[in-house]
């Protein structure tokens, strides 16, 4: 079974920095290279909303992340890792690791939890 474990939450306060990492140690090299790797986060009282993306062509992030946060996939090590910088109050939730494969399915993390204080 796919498993998909996330590493790297926090407290941190506002201007700092986390690295988050999602491994995928069960995952075939060949199905994780050409998958969809993303990161998603929930935050209080709102819709789990997807921050950044990344697959075998390009990366994309939700528009409140870009210039702040890096999605970065290491295909070797079957993992991704979202380095979040200048970190907001309103980054403040648990951040998912999702994976989707090239035949459609969908694999979730446990989730980690980032918190910004001021």
């Known amino acids: 079974q796919v498993q998909l474990v996330e590493s790297g939450g926090g407290l941190v306060q506002a201007g700092g920095s986390l690295r988050l990492s999602c491994k995928a140690p069960?995952?075939?090299?060949?199905?994780?290279?050409?998958?969809?790797m993303e990161w998603h986060r929930q935050t209080p009282g709102k819709q789990r909303e997807l921050v950044a993306r990344?697959?075998?062509?390009?990366?994309q992030y939700v528009d409140s992340v870009k210039g702040r946060f890096t999605i970065s996939k290491n295909n070797s090590k079957r993992t991704i890792d979202l380095q979040m910088n200048s970190l907001k109050p309103e980054d403040t939730g648990v951040y998912y690791c999702h994976a989707v494969t090239t035949t459609g399915h969908n694999y979730w993390g446990q989730g980690t939890q980032v918190t910004v204080v001021t």
């Open positions: 990344v697959n075998p062509d390009d990366t």
């Open positions: 069960r995952m075939i090299l060949s199905v994780f290279n050409s998958n969809t």
